[in-house]
């Protein structure tokens, strides 16, 4: 026993050495001054090395080796607690993936990187994709060349998709998306057809940012959400990262003072927060304090943004702290009147700002194109046109500017190509599990109504949070609700609510 | 020649390391949440532990030995330039200081750092010495035992004072203080006796923070500080951190609402910030990448404070824009009544609210202490009394609080013993620079008097910050003016200016 506690000491050290990272990551989306982008690559560059090289290194290899078959995987003693055996599994996963990376390559990716995402900042400021162009070109030639490291059986897509859900093909994602395309532009149409106009004029009305801040924070707290162990800041692109359970900051952005749009992205960035602040703090930097994959930290934002903070009950309880906040311009606004326009159907050029409607059919747009620059040799500068074609063809818009098209996503700019598929993942998952809660907790709606979120917190708590990588993805659905993962539920939930809301 | 590069490589991959560090600490002084203390406290320790690491391994050892012979610190090769010498001679010394000190003690050393500024912050709001005392006792004791390992002749303070300026000892600054003492209290005594009574009622009225903030940052450009390499936040205690010269950070305060300490502490961090933008990245790293020494640090904040923010000339061209910002209250203020009022001489609790007759006297009554907290047994928890008697003797007022006596410096919490006097000792120099910019710039004070300042930053650019460590402390003094390190140069100065100010 006394060598896992040795192995959970050497995975903790390792753990401070991804922590750095993070915090060089957050300091660069936030606060970071333009002049310090070269240097923070730089600092981004050598920090990605130490961790690989701790990954791979000598210390984390024997005490390794002690539990598990270094060539096949296989466990080699067996007295180890059940819990230990997937910990140490997952550990091997994580080495297999760090031991096949060249340790110039990580440095030269994570440079690469922290340089594109600063070319994105500024050719999406400069509405220019050229700016961004040759970086993005170099970014997807090393993410070609991480799937060939990796290794794949059938197609280098699949070995970066496996990285963020494992498990995943481009194979298994296509198949997945053939229900989902057809039943989605099916819903669209019908929404359209059904003529029904919801006025939410009044959803964006340059709301102050202050308020706006406040309100996000009050929700925030609401759901459970410790500032004390965590913070809120401001980003070109909201996002949530975990440095550790104690330290969990989250980003918003206010600036088109669009009320549905500035709070569904707190209660979506909170729901990440949630699960990153519910985490195991004794098995820091080992897979049982860790998030189980891409497409499960999605399931818990989207749970939050979509099954709790888009729903009727959940409105019941803010729209009269709304009309605090606001209440010149939301006077005599009735709780229908409201749900309504917060949950309107619209195609919009932006995927954050899409309905959940639509939301999949954006992902669906960028698999799509990853399909094919990962998988095949389709060229970068033919990027705009393509997407803009796409666009047009799932959506029904087409970008006028790449700021509103193809500029509008951070991914890939720092290489993550095959992640966006976990939002629609997550965003399946979060119905099977929210209706798990339901069952389990049958007052729910009624504590939502109420303004009582932390009984449900604490249900994600202990079924989902404390439980790091203890199942893989599909394993804790089935786990959790005897199902196996499925788009079904999700796709029945949305019949069934916007059929309400546009009395198809 | 290849080997030096080799050498520099290193060093600069050990500044990397080195610019983590002040990442960490820079955040948890502007925005790490309180709940994340401990963990920040390990990251710190492990940064700490691996930047020390570094700088005692095998490979920079290595490196340094075929320059340098590691047991007398002699030069090897005499066909380096002067320049690279020099370089080695200062690698040489951090090499000595870190290889004395223990890899536990180290980690240690961050760790009670990191917890204690965290007490320290706690103990100061809730006004509460006994809060603190613990992490107090635990420093002092971290940094007796720091001094031992580092070496001395004559007393333990000795071997801390020379760390943040070479060659100084607990006698030498005794003995400078000694006519510092004796005319500093006589000038204050004769301003006191001159009863001329400056009226600064208007300097301390909640002007809004907003405004403040803009005319610091409005300053600071004036002065050179580059926006784009660089940024503004806010903390308890203002400080400046370089990252690097394309990252420099500063803080200020502005709660107090009054001007001329939110103004003149935004100018002194303008100074160590212009100090850390003007080093040469091009060495980064390494000492010729690198500030002097934490006096000569000091002596540039203090210059731009003292010698040129607080100057008349400075006022002319400024007092029409603080009525721009501050129209209502300071309406048909003239020149000379906010000149007398900015140097309006009072004792005060505060060093950093002092003004410059009282501020070295502050600093005696801390290197006093010092003495007896490290020199000798002197208990920590005796610390509130004996601060209060010392401020009573040099000061002639008694705080009634700890927040407004011993809790007021961030610098003890983190184990800064001996620094201190580097702030004495800066405002000599820089009264000994000034000059000599005056002399080979003799428009110096009439383009003050236009706003126009960067002429000085240029001179101060190429006379100072550029040359990194090439010269010790002393030796830039007497390079630059040709005289020796004096405090008469700053005791004439202030003579002359309080005589002025107040008809003596």
Same mark, same amino acid.
């Given at each position: 026993m006394a060598?896992?506690?040795?192995?959970?000491?050497?995975?903790?050290?390792?753990?401070?050495?991804?922590?750095?990272?993070?915090?060089?990551?957050?300091?660069?989306q936030t606060y970071m001054p333009d002049g310090a982008a070269e240097f923070r690559a730089e600092q981004s560059s050598y920090m990605s090395r130490l961790f690989h090289r701790k990954l791979t290194g000598d210390t984390l290899r024997n005490n390794l080796k002690k539990f598990i078959d270094l060539e096949t995987g296989n466990l080699k003693?067996?007295?180890?607690?059940?819990?230990?055996?997937?910990?140490?599994?997952?550990?091997y996963r994580d080495y297999r993936h760090a031991i096949s990376l060249p340790q110039d390559f990580v440095g030269k990716l994570a440079e690469a990187g922290s340089r594109s995402v600063q070319a994105w900042k500024k050719a999406k400021e400069a509405d220019d994709f050229n700016l961004f162009r040759p970086h993005l070109e170099k970014m997807v030639n090393l993410e070609k060349q991480k799937a060939e490291y990796f290794g794949y059986e059938d197609k280098p897509l699949d070995a970066l998709l496996d990285f963020y859900e494992?498990?995943?093909?481009?194979?298994? !994602?296509? %198949?997945?998306?053939?229900?989902?395309? *057809?039943?989605?532009?099916?819903?669209? &149409?019908?929404?359209?057809?059904? @003529?029904?106009?919801?006025?939410?004029?009044?959803?964006?009305?340059?709301?102050?940012?202050?308020?706006?801040?406040?309100?996000?924070?009050e929700m925030l707290k609401t759901m459970g959400y410790d500032f004390d162990?965590?913070?809120?800041?401001?980003?070109?692109?909201?996002?949530?990262?975990?440095?550790?359970?104690?330290?969990?900051?989250?980003?918003?952005?206010?600036?088109?003072?669009?009320?549905?749009?500035?709070?569904?992205?707190? !209660?979506? %960035?909170?729901?990440?927060?949630?699960? *990153?602040?519910?985490?195991?703090?004794? &098995?820091?930097?080992?897979?049982? @304090?860790?998030?189980i994959s891409y497409g499960i930290h999605e399931s818990q934002s989207r749970l939050w943004e979509n099954m709790v903070g888009a729903s009727r009950p959940y409105w019941q309880y803010w729209l009269p702290k709304l009309k605090e906040y606001f209440s010149d311009d939301l006077e005599g606004m009735t709780l229908g009147e409201w749900y309504r326009a917060y949950n309107k159907v619209e195609p919009s050029l932006i995927r954050v700002d899409s309905d959940e409607v639509h939301y999949n059919l954006h992902i669906l747009v960028r698999f799509e194109i990853e399909d094919r620059l990962i998988n095949s040799n389709f060229e970068v500068k033919h990027l705009p046109e393509i997407w803009n074609e796409k666009m047009e063809h799932y959506i029904g818009l087409k970008p006028e500017t790449d700021t509103q098209g193809v500029l509008q996503d951070i991914h890939w700019s720092w290489g993550q190509f095959g992640y966006f598929p976990s939002y629609s993942l997550g965003t399946f998952y979060s119905v099977q599990i929210f209706n798990q809660a339901k069952e389990e907790i049958p007052e729910l709606m009624d504590?939502?109504?109420?303004?009582?979120?932390?009984?449900?917190?604490?249900?994600?708590?202990?079924?989902?949070?404390?439980?790091?990588?203890?199942?893989?993805?599909?394993?804790?659905?089935?786990?959790?609700?005897?199902?196996?993962?499925?788009?079904?539920?999700?796709?029945?939930?949305?019949?069934?609510?916007?059929?309400?809301?546009?009395d198809l």
């Open positions: 060598n896992i506690t040795e192995l959970k000491n050497n995975l903790r050290e390792i753990g401070l050495v991804d922590s750095m990272n993070r915090i060089l990551n957050w300091d660069q003693k067996n007295e180890l607690s059940t819990r230990n055996q997937r910990m140490l599994q997952e550990v494992p498990g995943m093909t481009t194979k298994k !994602v296509t %198949e997945l998306f053939v229900p989902v395309k *057809e039943r989605l532009t099916t819903l669209a &149409e019908r929404i359209k057809e059904s @003529g029904k106009e919801i006025d939410d004029s009044f959803m964006c009305n340059s709301y102050p940012e202050s308020k706006q801040r406040k309100l996000s924070r162990r965590g913070r809120q800041d401001v980003s070109a692109h909201p996002f949530t990262v975990g440095f550790h359970p104690t330290d969990t900051r989250f980003t918003n952005r206010f600036a088109e003072g669009c009320l549905a749009s500035s709070i569904s992205s707190a !209660v979506h %960035e909170g729901g990440h927060a949630l699960y *990153e602040q519910g985490l195991n703090p004794d &098995e820091f930097g080992n897979p049982l @304090g860790e998030a504590l939502i109504a109420r303004g009582e979120l932390i009984r449900l917190k604490e249900w994600l708590n202990e079924n989902v949070h404390k439980l790091g990588r203890r199942f893989k993805a599909g394993e804790l659905i089935k786990e959790l609700t005897g199902n196996e993962p499925s788009s079904d539920p999700f796709l029945d939930y949305l019949e069934e609510k916007y059929s309400q809301i546009y």
